[in-house]
């Protein structure tokens, strides 16, 4: 020992032994007769003894995947559990995530957190692949086209379904001269009900097209050439033939059909059948009956689909025209029914058969029309002949209401009818009518001649807004669509053309 009081390992040696035995008691002796004093550098028995009371490491999350759950499974009970939930592994499920913001991103928020616990470890939603936990997503993009992407929907294509179709320049045929129909028309017609079916019916040379194309699309100062229904050249009147075949086509932006026919018992469509030696369908054996029976067919097609017919005379009046509207009335088909079931039901009731409103307009009237006697009796005499029919003539259509009579009250006419009268485009350039007093008087001569009727353009003008003001009855017991009425017209012409009463009434005028 020192002087200071320490001791000195070095003198004495104690040191060194005592730091040798302290190292071998701080071994655990049961531990070095299992083993032994060579693996003590290897061994780690306090890490395997305390493996149950470590919490569970990164090591865990190499679970089984058939204790997790699928991703349909998984999004319900996240719906339904409130804000406490006690469940943990459904907690991190976003199920308000679009897809594309999943795609774009990276991995959705489920995949990228770390989630404590036994549960789906990443390796199950990266096998798996970036598939939508929610269904909604696949609804919320089925509108936007079926050629998308899952990740991405082009709104190009959403918006592609909302524009107008195009803009129609020209009719298109419906029924072609074959009497075949044609599908031409459908893609420019939409997925609304709002529209009004109008129809036309008329002899030969009455001017038809030429009403259907003022009061649809054109004006009458435009060249006739550039109306949207052809109308007759000078060549074709020369030789008196028809310039319409079956059923033309055109449809405007306010949503309008406009339904335009071959002339009914047509003496030019009877000569080309003659003289041209056309095969004539089997159950016709006669060319008369056949001109008679596509008429009948035309008109009988129009009472079911259109909600106006228009019936064109160009004189006052033809007998044989109300009889062949009367023939059409009753070979009219009837109305489909809402079901198919009709055991319940002995027969259609009283007022479920449609019947259109039907207009009689007469064309290049004279002045003497425009009286007022005149137009009395031409109301009482539609009247009359019309009194037996279900047809809507009467009570849908005034001239009265145009103030084209001012001094004229609504009980001047007793039995007022859906007639209109229009006077002859021409006139307005009738040289003796522009200017009275043919130098007779030079204080009148700025002054317009006296016609007894409005302008031919006011009255085209009003006629339009008549037309456009009809009302539009429901065409069969489910409301229709401009598509669902297509289907339903095609529906109509086959039944039409296998008409049993049709064919029936075909072989007594033989």
């Not at 307009?361 to 279900?390: E, G, I």
Request: aromatic share 6%.
């Amino acid at each position: 020992m020192s002087e200071s009081g320490h001791s000195q390992p070095g003198m004495y040696g104690p040191g060194p032994g005592r730091r040798r035995r302290r190292r071998r008691g701080d071994r655990d002796p049961a531990v070095q007769n299992l083993s032994g004093p060579s693996r003590d550098r290897d061994y780690f028995p306090r890490d395997r003894r305390d493996t149950s009371e470590d919490p569970p490491g990164p090591v865990l999350q190499k679970t089984p995947i058939i204790l997790a759950k699928p991703p349909g499974d998984r999004a319900k009970p996240v719906q339904g559990v409130s804000a406490g939930g006690p469940s943990a592994p459904d907690k991190p499920i976003m199920s308000i995530k679009a897809r594309e913001d999943a795609t774009k991103c990276g991995p959705p928020p489920e995949t990228s957190a770390p989630v404590p616990g036994p549960g789906p470890g990443p390796s199950k939603l990266e096998r798996e692949g970036q598939r939508p936990t929610q269904p909604v997503y696949q609804i919320q993009n089925r509108g936007m086209g079926a050629s998308a992407p899952s990740g991405a929907a082009d709104p190009v294509v959403g918006q592609s379904k909302l524009i107008a179709p195009e803009k129609m320049k020209q009719s298109i045929k419906l029924v072609d001269d074959q009497m075949n129909w044609c599908d031409s028309a459908m893609e420019y017609l939409r997925d609304q009900t709002d529209m009004l079916v109008v129809g036309v019916l008329g002899l030969q040379g009455t001017g038809k097209s030429t009403v259907m194309s003022l009061i649809s699309a054109n004006t009458p100062e435009e060249d006739q050439r550039a109306f949207v229904f052809r109308a007759q050249t000078q060549e074709i009147k020369e030789r008196a033939g028809n310039q319409s075949t079956g059923i033309d086509f055109f449809i405007t932006q306010e949503r309008v059909i406009y339904l335009d026919t071959q002339p009914i018992l047509s003496p030019s469509i009877l000569d080309h059948l003659i003289n041209n030696d056309r095969k004539l369908p089997p159950e016709y054996n006669l060319p008369h009956t056949y001109v008679e029976m596509q008429s009948l067919q035309m008109a009988a097609f129009l009472f079911t689909v259109c909600h106006v017919v228009i019936v064109v005379q160009d004189w006052f009046t033809d007998v044989n025209m109300y009889r062949f509207l009367q023939t059409a009335e009753m070979l009219k088909p009837s109305t489909p029914s809402a079901s198919h079931d009709v055991s319940g039901s002995s027969g259609a009731e009283d007022g479920a058969e449609y019947y259109p409103h039907i207009v009689f307009l007469q064309n290049k009237a004279r002045r003497d029309d425009f009286c007022p006697p005149n137009l009395r009796n031409m109301h009482s005499v539609v009247d009359k002949l019309m009194a037996h029919s279900h047809l809507r003539y009467k009570g849908t259509l005034s001239m009265l209401d145009c103030n084209m009579f001012p001094g004229l009250g609504r009980k001047y006419l007793e039995s007022e009818v859906n007639l209109f009268l229009l006077p002859p485009q021409d006139s307005e350039a009738d040289d003796g009518l522009t200017k009275a007093g043919c130098g007779s008087s030079p204080l009148f001569s700025l002054l317009p001649g006296y016609r007894g009727q409005p302008s031919f353009s006011s009255v085209v003008s009003k006629l339009r807004s008549q037309i456009l003001a009809m009302p539009r009855c429901p065409l069969s017991h489910t409301i229709l669509t401009e598509k669902n009425w297509f289907h339903y017209a095609a529906r109509i012409w086959d039944g039409v053309k296998k008409s049993s009463a049709l064919a029936e009434y075909s072989r007594l005028l033989a």
